[in-house]
């Protein structure tokens, strides 16, 4: 499984999250607490927004450790929202095309976890995307199909209805093949004003995802991450299976997240 963190407030350099805290993310990348592997040595990658509103997109087949382009990126780029990523693969050789975060115009997307018989669905699930956003396929992930699914049912219009859809569109193509449907499906993405994320799985094993103030005495900034990057208690919470969480300027907003209701809607 992959380790990830996502953080939205004041800008900060990304080194505060990704290579500083004593369990950053560098440091997840070699000895993961809470995933099936403690090794996530399969590429990585970080979005960023700043003035443009395209993100700024790095990604290298690397371990994360061993990139000293990363660290040295990390300490120089400052940014008020990020995304970051280091892959442990489950589909997909390591490839760059391959590494989390994926990009399309402003959006930018990163996911831990799986769909289970993905050989046996992936046909059936790219067979909906339109020809323009079959076209930005550009890698063999299930990840970065899930994304063109959402985007193929309106992440521009309403990111939480949209993810609900696309699962739920692959819950129905799995019961079409006679497919006992098992998707574990923690994950991140933002248009470059909020932070959206989400914790689902179809069995009792849903990817961690915790929530936390990167200060918790003024509130300043929002990560949310895989696992903490300190042993400060006070400062994490998890975020149960079957949420959907916003961050914005508004505060945190948490919600259920349910894709089984949208089964029937996208028969119909």
């Known amino acids: 499984m992959c380790r990830w963190v996502a953080y939205r407030g004041r800008r900060r350099f990304l080194e505060d999250l990704i290579t500083s805290p004593a369990h950053s993310l560098i440091d997840q990348s070699q000895c993961a607490t809470e995933a099936k592997t403690a090794t996530n040595g399969d590429g990585f990658g970080i979005a960023w927004y700043g003035e443009r509103d395209e993100p700024g997109h790095y990604r290298d087949i690397l371990p994360a450790w061993s990139d000293d382009n990363l660290r040295s990126l990390a300490r120089q780029i400052g940014s008020g929202l990020f995304l970051a990523h280091v892959r442990a ?3 997909g050789r390591t490839t760059r095309d391959n590494c989390h975060p994926f990009v399309h115009g402003r959006w930018s ?8 018989d993905f050989e046996r669905l ?5 067979a909906r995307l339109d020809d323009a956003l079959y076209g930005e396929r550009k890698g063999s992930t299930d990840s970065e199909l899930l994304f063109l699914l959402a985007l193929e049912f309106g992440l521009e219009k309403n990111p939480k209805l949209a993810l609900e859809a696309a ?9 079409a093949l006679g497919i006992r449907p098992l998707i574990r499906f923690t994950a991140a993405l933002s248009d470059g004003r909020a932070l959206y994320c989400v914790r689902y ?15 918790p005495l003024t509130g300043d900034g929002h990560c949310l991450v895989s696992e903490p990057f300190d042993e400060d208690a006070g400062r994490w919470s998890e975020i149960p299976s079957g949420s959907f969480v916003t961050v914005s300027d508004r505060g945190v907003a948490v ?3 349910d894709p089984s209701g949208a089964v029937q809607a996208i028969a119909v």
């Open 167 to 175: 699962l739920g569109f692959v819950l129905r193509e799995a019961i």
């Open 122 to 126: 992936e046909r059936r699930l790219e």
């Open 255 to 257: 919600e259920p997240f």
């Open 89 to 91: 693969s489950t589909a």
């Open 201 to 215: 799985a179809t069995d009792r094993h849903a990817p961690t995802l915790y929530s936390g103030a990167m200060c």
């Open 109 to 116: 997307f990163m996911h831990n976890g799986q769909l289970g």
